[in-house]
């Protein structure tokens, strides 16, 4: 064979590949892995220009995927005072009150739902510590916001206000806003009127994530949206000058009220493209979180909320799923609550045998045991977010578990009852709602935290090929990387300990020794 451009010897190769499990050498030349050996076989790979990398031992896996995440739009939702240790309402004063200013708000993200104590979100709470300031805070779930009435003021907001989509700004009974604004359509009214950085900024910031991603052994995530519909200008402006850390599959979102246009131009949008980034797929929500009453429940939650669908008529959902498929493209749901689920997996049913493994379902937190096997079944993979079980608690005192109630919040996060049941499970960390470590997924999967904690685990194994080959199968990528193997994309990670057999906390803190996408180094440990 022409010699390689990267050799990779002395590992310990897990390649997932069944023709050729174990390996101990790899090649890698114009990007593809070119063989798959023994230290024998190196001598007849290089040559003059190959650079041989000695992993002494390391174990050698194919390259990380995030399979839900949110690297451009969430630096936005990640602006500001990070808010995510604050515990209870004393915290979250005291930290307001030290924060700084961006102009002339105070904008901040990252706070627990657990942290109100089971307090009505109220713009009083934080009024008291920031008296006529411009307050924007994003609570944890990425789906609600807190804001001051100087916020709603600057935002024109005095009342209650209508959406196509399951929105609200809630309001007291005399209709004067709360402060606390409900899923997408409400927090945009005041998000468009928070200074926004630069592009200059925002394009430094996605470089230095993107590398930070990458040193946790990501090569790849699948991202879940496009932002406000300048992602592709701004991928297009770092790839100008430099080649992206990771590898990026966007995609864009469809709210209720799409018309006939509206889905032709997201099929127009699967061939927009770069270097290192493609839009490839198209996001829906059936519904919201469970926190912020919005999840869509077989059942009313504790305070009688969750009876209703994001999608006013979930008929209407259907029918873009199905204009999508006709068109060939693929779909990601955002289905939290029990009825989202249904909903989701009776539409692929509808489209046939032609809708297996060309659909997914996002987060999943709590299902009934009668639906697990429909995964399987309708070849629906499942997208889930180990790292989230950590907002609950095992005795069920958090908010997520209170609202639920104990049977239902028994049936968190069941990723080890999908597999069983024969389903793909695809792992991310949906960041920045949760940290972009690839490790926490891996471990986390393994050791479910808070509800989940109570049921069964993945293996560790189990864990790898969520975040490798069922991530590809996710992305309908499993001809072209998720292994090692001859032909394939060379995405590669090396780990100082086994992913698989070494203790899930020691795979958390492990070093990740070399990560390879696309046959570049983007992270070589120091």
Not at 32 to 56: C, F, H, K, M, Q
Not at 154 to 179: H, K, L, N
Request: charged share 20%.
């Amino acid at each position: 064979m022409p010699a390689a451009d990267l050799v990779l010897t002395g590992a310990t190769v897990r390649t997932l590949d069944p023709a050729r499990p174990h390996a101990t050498a790899v090649a890698v030349r114009d990007g593809l892995i070119a063989a798959v050996g023994e230290a024998s076989d190196v001598r007849d790979w290089t040559g003059p220009g190959t650079e041989t990398v000695d992993l002494a031992g390391a174990t050698l896996t194919p390259g990380l995927t995030d399979s839900h995440s949110h690297p451009v739009w969430g630096l936005e939702m990640a602006t500001g005072l990070d808010l995510s240790a604050v515990t209870d309402l004393d915290g979250l004063r005291t930290a307001l009150r030290g924060a700084a200013r961006t102009g002339d708000w105070v904008v901040a993200h990252g706070l627990d739902h657990n942290a109100f104590g089971g307090r009505p979100v109220h713009r009083a709470l934080v009024e008291e510590a920031l008296p006529g300031v411009p307050v924007f805070i994003r609570l944890y779930d990425g789906h609600s916001a807190l804001v001051s009435g100087a916020a709603l003021k600057a935002a024109g907001i005095d009342g209650p206000r209508t959406f196509a989509q399951r929105s609200e700004v809630v309001c007291d009974t005399a209709g004067r806003p709360t402060g606390h604004l409900v899923e997408h359509a409400a927090m945009a009214l005041v998000s468009a009127v928070v200074p926004k950085p630069s592009h200059a900024e925002r394009r430094a910031r996605l470089v230095e994530l993107l590398s930070a991603m990458a040193a946790t052994g990501l090569t790849g995530a699948h991202v879940m949206d496009l932002g406000d519909g300048d992602v592709p200008e701004l991928l297009t402006a770092v790839e100008e000058t430099a080649d992206l850390p990771l590898r990026l599959r966007l995609a864009p979102w469809c709210m209720p009220g799409a018309d006939q246009a509206a889905l032709d131009e997201l099929v127009a949008l699967q061939r927009v493209h770069g270097r290192d980034w493609l839009v490839g797929g198209v996001k829906f929500f059936m519904d919201g979180t469970v926190e912020g009453g919005t999840a869509w429940l077989e059942q009313a939650d504790c305070h009688g909320q969750g009876t209703e669908a994001f999608w006013p008529d979930p008929g209407a959902y259907s029918a873009a799923v199905r204009h999508l498929h006709a068109a060939g493209v693929r779909t990601a749901t955002h289905a939290i609550g029990d009825a989202a689920v249904r909903h989701v997996l009776d539409t692929v049913r509808s489209l046939g045998e032609s809708g297996r493994l060309a659909h997914r379902v996002e987060h999943i937190e709590t299902l009934p045991g009668d639906q697990a096997g429909r995964f399987a079944e309708l070849g629906v993979i499942a997208s889930m977010q180990p790292p989230h079980t950590a907002y609950t608690r095992a005795d069920h005192t958090d908010e997520w578990s209170r609202r639920l109630g104990d049977e239902r919040a028994s049936r968190a996060w069941r990723c080890r009852d999908l597999r069983d049941a024969g389903a793909y499970v695809a792992l991310g960390s949906d960041w920045p709602i949760a940290h972009y470590d690839a490790r926490q997924v891996l471990a986390t999967g393994r050791a479910p935290r808070g509800a989940a904690a109570a049921g069964r685990s993945l293996t560790g194994l189990m864990a790898l090929e969520g975040c490798t080959t069922h991530a590809a199968v996710a992305a309908g990528e499993q001809a072209v990387t998720g292994r090692i193997a001859p032909g394939l994309r060379a995405d590669l990670t090396a780990f100082a300990v086994d992913p698989v057999d070494a203790p899930a906390d020691e795979v958390a803190d492990g070093p990740i020794l070399l990560t390879v996408s696309g046959g570049r180094v983007t992270h070589r440990a120091p």
